[in-house]
């Protein structure tokens, strides 16, 4: 199994920018894909990023295209979701998800979970 633990979060502007880490453990994250997931109060977990093992392919939610940039370093066993132009409606907890073979959208399709990070963008 992979463990999977989420930093990085916290309160910023919007405009502003936030780097959110997702180190794994257990496992060499270079054998998984990984995406990003995000879910504000109320509602249902969202897509944000993925990610292939090999980093060479990455995929973004419309909402966040342009803004967002997802990026792995295998060698820290570690992926970054960048953020910028952080707007309001970006505030939710933010989850890091891998899967051996899965890199798309479907939250269901990913075997392991971070425990989360908020982030809250003010207005």
């Known amino acids: 199994q992979v463990q999977l633990v989420e930093s990085g979060g916290g309160l910023v502007q919007a405009g502003g920018s936030l780097r959110l880490s997702c180190a794994a453990s257990?496992?060499?994250?270079?054998?998984?894909?990984m995406g990003w997931f995000r879910q504000a109060p109320g509602e249902e977990r969202e897509f944000v990023a993925a990610?292939?093992?090999?980093?060479?392919?990455?995929y973004y939610s419309d909402s966040v295209k342009g803004r967002f940039t997802l990026s792995r370093a295998n060698a820290k066993n570690t992926v970054y979701l960048q953020m910028n132009s952080a707007k309001p409606e970006d505030t939710a907890v933010y989850y890091c998800?891998?899967?051996?073979?899965?890199?798309?959208?479907?939250?269901?399709?990913?075997?392991?979970w971070g425990q989360g990070t908020q982030v809250t963008v003010s207005s």
């Open positions: 257990g496992r060499t994250l270079s054998n998984y894909a």
């Open positions: 990610i292939s093992w090999s980093g060479s392919r990455t």
């Open positions: 998800a891998a899967d051996p073979i899965y890199s798309g959208s479907e939250y269901q399709k990913y075997d392991y």
